[in-house]
């Protein structure tokens, strides 16, 4: 073997621990929403956007599409970490095709944990930002429907 293969064999050899350890502590739900999360986008021109930082530090951002009262479209963006990922990409689809009273009452930190199936002690806060991001862009979605020409002024 060369030094290429080598290295190749160890990095392959290094995931495969990795990997190991992370089943150890999160649910086959976890690890999908992290290797393959959901929404995970801007969105131009939302109905309702919110940015919210946590107590981590992590900044999430979630936007609203909204038609007749239901959330047609919800994606988001973070800067924060793996299990702020797969809060987020649990919030926006547990939010999709809900009226706005049924995402407001049923995205809470304590759904998006149900739906993961629990997350160790120290990542439960990434829910609690998830569920508080929703709860803000549902708000501004609300505000920007009171006063629709607000919302041309925001981004300025």
């Not at 793996?82 to 095709?97: D, F, K, P, R, Y």
């Not at 439960?124 to 919302?151: F, G, I, M, N, S």
Request: neutral net charge; contains cysteine; hydrophobic residues 30%.
């Amino acid at each position: 073997m060369n030094k290429d293969e080598d290295l190749e064999k160890y990095a392959k050899e290094l995931q495969e621990q990795i990997m190991e350890q992370i089943k150890k502590r999160y649910s086959e739900n976890v690890i999908a929403h992290w290797q393959n999360p959901k929404n995970f986008q801007k969105m131009d021109n939302p109905d309702g956007c919110a940015q919210v930082k946590g107590s981590c530090g992590d900044t999430m951002e979630m936007f609203l599409k909204m038609k007749d009262g239901v959330v047609k479209q919800c994606t988001f963006q973070t800067d924060g970490c793996g299990t702020s990922i797969v809060c987020g990409s649990v919030a926006t689809e547990l939010a999709q095709n809900k009226s706005f009273t049924q995402a407001l009452g049923g995205v809470t930190a304590e759904e998006i944990l149900k739906q993961l199936g629990g997350l160790p002690e120290e990542d439960v806060h990434c829910a609690q930002l998830a569920a508080e991001t929703l709860r803000r862009a549902l708000a501004d979605y609300l505000y920007q429907k009171r006063a629709p020409w607000k919302k041309h002024y925001r981004n300025t």
